[in-house]
Every structure is written in structure tokens, then in C-alpha cells.
């Protein structure tokens, strides 16, 4: 692995969430210390409620972290304003979530350039790279289909066409799998598996220990810290080919 | 019983629950009912205070000025059931103490009662030798009282009485005695020797003959009672005689118009005034409803899944908006009533004028009657789809799913970020968007008629029958107007902003965290009300101004083509400011919508 490689894409130090005060503090997420290399898939597991879905969160600049820091590609994220992190978001970061959060009175493709369109890249170009994406995503010729149209699985699917259109730094996932039925999470299964092995760095947060195989590392997290963390090695890791099958 | 409580407890607790917005919709609702009151308040003012002068005052039918001789006649024709008179009259310059002057109409009378057409003291006593009355409206205008030395003629007499009378119009629409001729209103280029806004006054016979002025020798005022008060026309045509030797005559029907001139043409400002409010209020119920119901779809599940049935949930709901209706119809007619007296200063020389507006049952009704009926329109339809909405997706809080505009979503592809997110979120509720833009078409109409009378009023020439008193009272007519007009679309513009901010609020989420700034956001929550402004204020200064102009001055009967429109110029300065105002009202609820946490919502 070359020293570029090696190079932490998301590093975060010392990270904490606090509600409340006094005796009604909560640490929702408590002192986590985290790296995430370039082609990286990292699984953060745990029960509902310990503070994952923060952290995600937090690490993606949707909010803001009570103690500690987060850097991506090197630059302070927890410190910018506003604006920056906007730009962070559209630039550096893909957000897939559990409820997909489609535009429902946009079709598939104008769902996916939005995202292009608010980076500033020309309403064609990235027409043609939504385009691009759904067909890379399975999803051709569901273009102009509006997301009631979808199945739950085409509906993530759309999603993760959208987390990657601006070519992010990092795609993060929020339970990509929570709101599918068995099929369609064996559809985004392979989808992020592909992600995978296409090199693009993931981190994922979810309970499925289906997804969590595909990955790299796997960290256990409860009560908002870090209590574990497995290296998949790969005689363990890909264990998706256990659940889909060989041709998968 | 129960069920009525149910509904009545619930319906106060949520309307705690969201203080702010049931006073907004207080504000709506109170802003028409007080326009109501006060349009009802003036009906009456413009006719029942002559009425009831007139009774009391045993006001003429017929009131007939000129040579003494002519009248002695005329007391003895057909038709006659009584008179009083013939009085001497003559013109005369009055002046007070503080040295202001005015001419004066200065009849001599009698100390002894009139069996018609006797003026009724409101202060003093009547007059006696070297002792003068004056009629109220006159006395108020001059800021004279009882027990005050005044100069008629250059004779001092002192001020024993003030009266009002039926048998003119109150100060300054005084009806001319004289045969010299008298100007009302603007006195700019009227003939030398014309008595200018005369006044009224009450003298005995004598004095009266003491300061007559040599052309008016031998003239006097007859006060008739006629058999039909109804038939004082066909009594004058067939008594008046025709041409030059034609006696001057004037019908009590004239002379009612007259005293209720300024409060119907009030009356009628205020009436247009309440229809629009009306609209608006519908408009701004609908809106802040509409916004509420999407706040209050989980609401509504949780009832129906504790066992509400449809019916009741609607009563809920319907029962919020009646509650806020009958406080804003009582807040409506209290605050109508205390302004009233401001709009009704013609009438001062009439029982039940300014000072004393009659809130009458009928107006009551009308405004409780009117607030609920506003209250019901706007709340029914939306009422009535929560009712029926499925429970599981209420539970579930599911949003009505937004409308999809395929060429506009296009269109906007191509537009700077702020444009784009404007145009789709303006777009997402279409019947929002047409709401937004009748608010401001009615507002902008209404400014643009407002904008029109005021240059009216100012302008001395076309001001025509109105003196400067009766501009005075018509321009507070336009402010009460402009005030609760513009109060009113400034709440409406800040309400349909906080609804769309609401109903957004997973959309803005989701934008911001595909990388949208708050500042992108906020642009694109003002430009949703920017964008329909832009196209309502247009509308407004074309077709809806004018329209508007033409239809008070159908209903008025007023002369609409020596109206000053206003200039291009001015109407482009008038979308301009429309715009800068809309944007502004709606900077901070934007602002706090764009930059509402993400993970709130998501």
C-alpha cells in the first residue's frame, strides 16, 4: 500500500457529543478516536441508540462535535463555518441514508445531479454523469421514475448513485439497509461491495453483520464509545458471496 | 356534553400549545372584523343620527328661503300639515375670541318652542338679546363654548347655547339661506360676495335685523311640514315656481344626503376596505391552516388511533379557529366602535355622531356571524382532510407528497443555485404559490386606489365638494385603511413564509446536506415569496388597481375621470417596493428555516 494510501482520508480525535446538563447530561458519543485510509470500508456497528448515526453525523459536518476533532483530507472540519462546511458536503462527502430522503417530486435522474447541479457543474454534464450512475447502479431505464415508482432497494440505490456523483472523498452510510426487505438489501449488499472493490472509501454504520463482512474493519460501538475493532482479513471478509450467492 | 368538552378542551390546549400562531390568526381575523365594524358603524352614522335629529328636532320636510312676502304665501299651500317661520336671515362675518373668522347664515328666531324645526341645545340655553347659538359642528370647528364672546357684524354677542338642527347639514355643509349664494368645500375661485363654508347661527329677530346686511333685508327661511314627507319634491315642483322668480326650496331628502355625505363616502371606502381585508383574512387563514395542518398530521393520528372518529377530529380542529374567531369578532367590534368617533366628524351636529357610534344588534350579528364564516371557509376543506387522512400514515407523519412541475423542474436546472432551489420549492405547493400571489395582487390593488384617492384629497382643485375638514376625515379613512391593509398582508407574507419553511423543512435538510450553504438556503426561502410577490404586485398595478378604482367609483357613483392615476414611474416604484418589503418580512423566518440543524430533520 503506497504512503498516499496510508494517509488518513477521515481522522477524528477525542470526539464527544453531549446533550443537557447537569444530571441530565447524555454522552452520545464519548472521547472516539477514529482513522479512515483511502479505499477503505469501515463498518461501525452497534446497538440502536448508542450513538452511531451522531457520530456519522459529526464525522460528515452535519453537526457539530461538543469536545474533540475531525479532519478530512487534512483540513479542520469541526471549526468551519457554515459555508465551508456546505462545501465540504457537496465536494469531499457522500451521504447515504436509512429513509433514502429522495425529492419526491423529482425523478431518479434529477435527484441524482442535484447534488451536481449545487456544485456548480452545468445542468448537461451532470445530466450525463446522473445518467452514468444510475446504469452503473443498475438503474437503467428508470431514469425518469419518480421515487414512488421505485422499490425500496432502487430507492438506496438512487441514493448511492447521488452520494457518489460529485466524486467524494468519502461515502457515508447511515444504515443503508434498515428500511429494505431481504432482497433489497442483497441488492445494495452487492452495490457497496462494488463501491468496494472500485476503491472508493466507505464508512458505514449499521447493525447488519451482512454489511459489516463486506468491509475492511469492523468497530463495535455501545454506549457511545468504541469497545471493538476487527481487521477482516480476506479469508473474512466478502462474506457477502456466503449470502448472495456465487454469482454475486 | 362530554363530546363538547372533549372538543372544547383540546381545541384550547393546542391553540396553548402554539400561542404565536393562534395570534396571528387573531390578528387576521381581527383586522377584518374591526374594518367590518367600523364599514357597519358608519351605515348607521350615515343615516340613522339625521333620523333620529329629525325626530327630535321636529326637522322640516320642506325648507324654503326667500322674500318674506313669497314665503307668508307659501306657509298657507296644499299640503302644508304645519311650519315655523318665516325667520329673518342674513350673512355675516363671525369672529371668535382667538380671532378666527368665518362667514356665518345668522337666522332670527323666536323664545318661544317651533312647532317644526326646533333646535335642540346640547349645551346652554337659548338665545337672547345679545345672545347668540351656535350649531355644534360649527361651535367644534371654531373651538367655541358657552359662556364665549364672539363678534357678528362687528356687534359682540356672547355665546349662550349650542344646538343641532335638521333643518341643515351640519358645519360645513351648511345649506345655503342667502341669496347671495354660498361655496362649500374648496372656496378657491369662487365669486366675491358668495359667503364661503358659512356657518349656522341662532339669534333673536331683533339682533338678527341689527347686523342685517342691506341685500339680505326682507329675506327670511320657512320651515314646512307637509301631509306626505315623502312627496317634498312633487311639493316643491308644483310650489317652487320655475325660472328666475323659482323660490329656493330644499327637500329633507336632500338634505340628509348631504349630512351624511362624508360618512358614505367613509362608509363606502371602509366597506370596499372590508372586502379586501376579508379576502385577505381568508387568504391568510388558509395559509396559516394549511401550515398548521402539516404540523399537526401526527396530531390527528393520535386522536384517530385513541378512537376519534373523522367527525370529531374535524370538530377539533374547526373548533380552534371558532374559538379564535368569536374573541377577534369581540376584540373586532370593541376597537371599531372607540374608532369610529375619528371617522365620523361630519356628523357632530347630529344625535348619535362622533363621540357616541352606535354598536347596533345588527352589526353584532353581522360581525360574530362574519368572523365565523370566515373561520369555517378557510378551516372546512383542510379540517375535513385530516379527518379523513389514514390513520397509519398520520401516525407516521407523513407529508402530503409535493407537486411535481416536470418543465419548470427543467428550467431551473439552469438557474444559479438560490434560483433553482426558490423555483422547486415555490413550485412543491402550487396552491401556496396562488395564495401568495392574491395576497399581494388585493394589497398592491388596494395601495394603488389608496395612492390614487390621496392624490385626490391633496389636490385642491379635484378635491371639489370637500373642505379641508372633510379631507381631514376621509385621509383618517385612508390611514385606518393603509394601516390595517398593509398590517395584515405583512402578516400574511411572514405566515405563508413560516408555512413553506415547515413544509420544507425535510427538503431544505436534505439540500443542506448535499452541501447547499444556509445562506443558498435562506436566498431560496425568500425568493419562493419573492418570485409569486414579483408576479402579484404586477397583476396589482395592472389589471387589479384600476379594476379595483373603477368598481369604488361604480359603487360610488364618483367621477373616476378626474382621478390622477398613478404614473409608471410610481407603479414601478410601487412592484419595487412590494418586492423589498416582501423580502424583507419574509428575511427571518427564511433565515431561521435555512439554518435549522440538519440532523433534526433527518
Redesign the interface.
Known sequence: MSHAADKPVLRARGLRKEYGKGEGLVRAVDDIDIDIRAGETVAVMGPSGCGKS?LL?MLGG??RPSAGEVLVNDHRVDQIG??AL??L???DIG?V?Q?F?L????TAV?NV???A????RP?RA?RRRAEALLADVGLTGRESF?P?SLSGGQRQRVAVA?ALI?EPAIVLADEPTGNLDSASTLDVLRLFEALHESGQTLLIVTHDERIAATTDRMISMRDGSFVDETVLTADTTGQLRVFAGPEA | MGRMLLVSRLAMRDLRRRRAEAALLLLCVLAATTTLTLALVLHDAASDPYQRTRAITKGPDVVATGPLSRLETLSGASGVAGHSGPFPVTAAKLRTSSSKTSDVQAVGRDSNAATVDQPLLTDGAWAGPNGVVLEAAFARALDVGVGDQVTLAGRSFSVTGVAITASSAPYPGSLCLVPRGCVTGSTEGAPAGVLRNPGLVWLTRADVMSVAQKADNQFAVLNLKLADPDGAQAFIDANGGRGPRALPMHPWQNILGDATELAHDSQILLFIGTWLLALLAVASLSVLVGGRMADQTRRVGLLKAVGATPGLVAAVLVAEYVMVAVSAAGGGLAIGTFTAPLLTGSSAGLIGGAGTPSVTLPTIVWVITAALAVAVIATAAPAVRAARSSTVDALADAPR?????RRL?AVS??LP?PL?LAL?LAV?RPRRVLLGIAIVLITVSGIYVLLILNTYLGTQELSGGYGAAQVEVLRHVLLVWSVILLSLAAVNTIAITWATVLDNR??SA???????????MTTALVGAQVLPALLGAVLGVFPGGPVLFHLINAIAGGAGDRATLPTPWQATALIAAVLVVVAALTAVPARVGG?R???ET?
Open positions: 451522531t453525523h452535519l453537526d457554515e459555508r456546505a462545501r458536503r457537496r465536494t451521504f441514508f429513509s430522503h425529492l419526491d417530486e423529482l434529477e445531479e442535484l447534488a447541479l449545487l456544485a456548480g445542468p451532470a419518480l414512488s447521488r460529485n | 407528497p409535493p407537486r411535481r412541475m423542474t436546472s439552469r443555485i433553482l422547486r412543491r425535510h427538503a436534505l439540500v443542506r446536506a448535499l452541501g447547499a450553504t444556509p445562506a443558498q439554518r440543524p440538519v440532523t433527518l
